[in-house]
T-cell receptor, first 115, second 117 residues
Framework: DAKTTQPNSMESNEEEPVHLPCNHS???????IHWYRQLPSQGPEYVIH???SNVNNRMASLAIAEDRKSSTLILHRATLRDAAVYYC????????????????FGKGTKLSVKP | GAGVSQSPSNKVTEKGKDVELRCDPI?????LYWYRQSLGQGLEFLIY????????KSGLPSDRFSAERTGGSVSTLTIQRTQQEDSAVYLC???????????????FGEGSWLTVV
């Protein structure tokens, strides 16, 4: 299985940008890179995803390395509400790991935001 | 409702009893997933349904766990002869058909918190 590696935890100050790294050196050509986050006592929620090009949405930006072996989730201005566990996940394009479309979650990065 | 709905939201049961957890996916979503998350731990995949295909049961931890999905919509996760280690939050999620477009977002419910005493 293609795996992702993330730091266990990170800290940020409120109103400052946050760069959350993810390594996925065994990514295949059909794997999409997904980011989800889980706020305390809630189910995970979608943040952003991409394949090759950098992506922006209202929540965050996703920067994907040219060789696709790593990516970075960028929160442009962290708020206290952004404190959560952030998961970087690979999702196969076709018949990934015998389970089409499944998401395998790692341990994620716990982001703390200080006021 | 507009989102994934799970019931009950909280369940306390005695060791050895059977429990059923229900999931109502978002209307039109053909894919349905069950995960569980023990306190302070990551998400553990349990089972995945996609349309009329045979479900992927590779994550079920033991034969005490089973799940079904009736009519391609509502799903029930059943845990027989519950043990204390089954205590966790059980999360259901759904998405549009993921094949060929793996960018499809997965939407999670709020979870069913199970405590086995």
């Amino acid at each position: 299985d293609a795996k992702t590696t993330q730091p266990n935890s990170m800290e940020s100050n409120e109103e400052e940008p946050v760069h959350l790294p993810c390594n996925h050196s065994t990514i295949s050509g059909t794997d999409y890179i997904h980011w989800y986050r889980q706020l305390p006592s809630q189910g995970p929620e979608y943040v952003i995803h991409g394949l090759t090009s950098n992506v922006n949405n209202r929540m965050a930006s996703l920067a994907i390395a040219e060789d696709r072996k790593s990516s970075t989730l960028i929160l442009h201005r962290a708020t206290l509400r952004d404190a959560a566990v952030y998961y970087c996940i690979l999702r196969g394009g076709v018949n990934y790991g015998g389970s089409q479309g499944n998401l395998i979650f790692g341990k994620g990065t716990k982001l703390s935001v200080k006021p | 409702g507009a989102g994934v709905s799970q019931s009950p939201s909280n369940k306390v049961t005695e060791k050895g009893k059977d429990v059923e957890l229900r999931c109502d996916p978002i209307s039109g979503h053909t894919a349905l997933y069950w995960y569980r998350q023990s306190l302070g731990q990551g998400l553990e995949f349990l089972i995945y349904f996609q349309g009329n295909s045979a479900p992927d049961k590779s994550g079920l931890p033991s034969d005490r766990f089973s799940a079904e999905r009736t009519g391609g919509s509502v799903s029930t996760l059943t845990i027989q002869r519950t043990q204390q280690e089954d205590s966790a939050v059980y999360l259901c999620a759904s998405s549009l058909n993921p094949t060929g477009r793996s960018g499809n977002t997965i939407y999670f419910g709020e979870g069913s918190w199970l405590t086995v005493v």
